[in-house]
């Protein structure tokens, strides 16, 4: 039900799931309140951990704690980057950008397990993350990101044209809010990647702003 915002299951009306949301670079104890809280709202379809610069142990027992979560929801559980920390913890998949590695390595190893790849802006990327049988593209960033703020950018066209050639997921990043996402979607997005209007909102807590995306 790609290109609607609701389904009908039994006669009740469910929000679709078209978030891909993205954790915040830093994770307090607050945190982990305001993400059950989050995907409460059940239109989070995947949930990615991405941290930079934190030791293992940490990062392992943080794993734990929001894989109850997402558990919960019924939320598929990514980590970025890190295979290898992927099978450990048995999350459901990992995200991998061009320079975190080799692809089918990865790939190997994350047996019945998700990879998702990032392509940038390239239909040639794009067609090599198929080739080594990623389960989503990711493409962008579409706009001025404050996660990202150096990253490549894209545009519609990419996404159009992977409409009609590729057959697997398409999710966008970068800078996406309550208003532009709609474009994105209606270009060929399957689901946006949320993180600083969710996480970094300086109007709205993080269990409101999840509601603008329905």
């Given amino acids: 039900m790609v290109g609607r915002t ?8 469910l929000l679709k799931r ?3 949301l993205i954790s915040p670079n830093k994770i307090n104890q607050n945190f982990y309140t305001s993400l059950n809280k989050v995907l409460s709202f059940k239109n989070v379809k995947f949930f990615q951990l991405r941290l930079k610069n934190i030791n293992q142990k940490n990062l392992i027992n943080i ?3 929001i894989k109850k979560i997402t558990t919960k929801h019924k939320v598929i559980f990514i980590i970025n980057d890190d295979y290898i920390l992927t099978s450990k913890i048995k999350a459901n998949g990992c995200h991998m950008g061009q320079q975190d590695g080799s692809f089918k390595t ?7 397990k998700i990879l998702g790849i ?10 090599e993350a198929i080739g080594v049988k990623a389960d989503y593209i990711a493409f962008g960033s579409f706009f001025k990101s ?12 990419i996404l159009r044209w992977a409409k009609k050639n590729i057959k697997k997921p398409i999710i966008v990043i970068g800078g996406i809010n309550n208003v532009n996402y709609k474009k994105l979607m209606e270009a060929g997005a399957k689901y946006i990647a949320l993180s600083s209007f969710i996480w970094d909102n300086p109007k709205l807590k993080p269990e409101q702003a999840i509601r603008k995306f329905k």
């Fill in 6 to 13: 609701r389904e009908r299951v039994c006669g009740l009306k």
């Fill in 18 to 20: 078209l978030v891909y």
């Fill in 63 to 65: 794993c734990k704690k």
């Fill in 106 to 112: 990865a790939r190997k190893k994350l047996k019945g």
């Fill in 118 to 127: 990032t392509c940038h802006n390239s239909k040639i990327l794009a067609n």
């Fill in 146 to 157: 404050k996660l990202k703020p150096s990253a490549k950018k894209a545009n519609l066209s």
